[in-house]
């Protein structure tokens, strides 16, 4: 916390120890206080280093496992004619290289993909990024088949 001294003193008396004397001295961004109360030295600052991994619930399932029926992405395309079930990323992503123009772009324009990122993949950050995919309404079909499986990949290890 913002004030270590104090939260080291409280911590100290609940344990029935004294905090040896040290200095708070000045801190930055990240930086921890460590202390191991059952040993004689001082408490000391030190500055924790961010993971450089985040962990993504459930990835595997979502690349590879298989969603219900009412989590799946469908491509049905305008008229309702087709009812391709893609149950995870893997399949969608082969399924997206097989469909029409048509289809895709219909599904593209409604926000059909981030919606189902957002809402049944659970990823925001993807589902963001296929937001501005969708947003750029002059895109063919190709490219945005191509940016929409680049930011999949990029979140996800698909099965080769």
């Keep these: 916390g913002p004030k270590p001294e104090e939260t080291l003193a409280a911590y100290g008396e609940a344990l029935g120890r004294e ?11 990240g930086d921890v206080v460590v202390w191991y109360p059952g040993s004689p030295d001082p408490p000391m600052r030190v ?7 985040v962990h993504r619930r459930h990835r595997r399932k979502y690349a590879k496992g298989e969603l219900g029926p009412d989590r799946s ?3 049905r395309g305008r ?7 893609a149950q995870n990323l893997a399949l969608f992503v082969q399924m997206s290289e097989g ?3 048509a289809t895709w772009l219909f599904h593209l324009r409604r926000g059909d993909y981030s919606r189902w990122f957002r809402e049944h993949i659970k990823d ?9 995919i969708e947003r750029d309404r002059g895109a063919p079909a190709e490219s945005s088949r191509m940016l929409i499986r680049q930011a999949i990949e990029e979140h ?4 080769a």
């Design 19 to 29: 905090v040896p004397p040290w200095s708070a001295g000045e801190s930055k961004e």
């Design 47 to 53: 500055s924790a280093t961010p993971a450089a991994w």
């Design 73 to 75: 992405f469908y491509f």
């Design 79 to 85: 008229s309702g004619k087709l009812n391709l079930r």
């Design 99 to 101: 469909v029409d123009e």
């Design 124 to 132: 925001e950050s993807l589902a963001a990024r296929a937001e501005e």
């Design 156 to 159: 996800y290890t698909l099965p």
